[in-house]
């Protein structure tokens, strides 16, 4: 999905959004109709309020991928468990161990050292997917607060419901028509997107957190060397290691967090 994202370069963030969502709810309108779980769920307030601030979190992220390379855009977007720590700790009044803090200041070092060090990465990039990660941590309170009453895909079905919305309006006056394969590809976006959502959260209601939760960073791998392969883009040194730093240390969290 990310290395769509990427290929679609002659198309604006909010257009991508919209694709990327309307394509998606295919897979959840059919899955809530075909096992009888009510749309609108319960918590509606708060689904749309998750819905609104997704959004804002995917649209910033698109945006971010026009000026930095995707593996870039994807490692730095993986800081939003930081910020979910310090909302948690200022909305919900958990408690942060301080090793945790020790482990997000690595990886906040990797930050750090992509900004100060590699001096080929734009400052406006850098801003833009800063922001998405830190609404991307106001997702996990907002899911949080939801809790188990709500159906997953009813969660998804609002975000995606509302993403086409605001996608859809703020892309009208930039509309790009998609040509012969963009057609695929702009479809592809949801489905690559759904059912990577989708298996991600049977792996974690099979497996032990611990076990499992690592993986989801190999994203970022995997988005790198789709960069290398399809788009030529070229990481120097310090990217590299900023990306490491972050990886090492968001990782190191979730397995402490899991045991």
């Known amino acids: 999905m990310n290395g769509i994202v990427k290929h679609l370069v002659n198309m604006n963030a909010f257009q991508i959004v919209f694709f990327r969502s309307f394509s998606c709810l295919f897979f959840t309108f059919t899955f809530l109709l075909k096992n009888n779980i009510p749309i609108l769920g319960k918590k509606r307030g708060l689904l749309v309020l998750r819905g609104i601030v997704g959004v804002t979190s995917m649209a910033l992220f698109f945006m971010s991928t026009k000026y930095l390379p995707i593996g870039t855009a994807v490692s730095l977007r993986y800081m939003a468990p930081i910020f979910a720590a310090v909302f948690a700790v200022l909305l919900l009044k958990e408690s942060i161990k301080p090793i945790q803090w020790f482990f997000f200041a690595i990886a906040f070092s990797g930050v750090l050292v992509l900004k100060g060090l590699d001096t080929s990465l734009s400052a406006y990039g850098l801003f833009l997917i800063f922001i998405s990660a830190i609404f991307s941590g106001l997702v996990y309170i907002v899911i949080s607060k939801i809790g188990k009453d709500e159906h997953p895909v009813v969660i998804v079905n609002y975000f995606m419901v509302i993403a086409t919305i605001v996608g859809g309006v703020l892309a009208i006056n930039n509309w790009v028509m998609p040509i012969g394969k963009e057609w695929f590809l702009v479809f592809g976006l949801g489905c690559f997107g759904y059912f990577g959502q989708v298996y991600m959260t049977k792996a974690f209601q099979i497996v032990k ?8 960073y190999l994203e970022v791998i995997f988005t790198l060397l789709l960069g290398v392969a399809l ?14 730093l ?5 990782v190191l969290n979730v397995t402490y967090k899991s045991k």
């Open 246 to 250: 972050i990886i090492t240390g968001l």
């Open 231 to 244: 788009f030529s883009e070229v990481y120097s040194f310090w990217s590299l290691l900023g990306i490491a």
């Open 209 to 216: 957190t611990n076990q499992i939760a690592p993986f989801k």
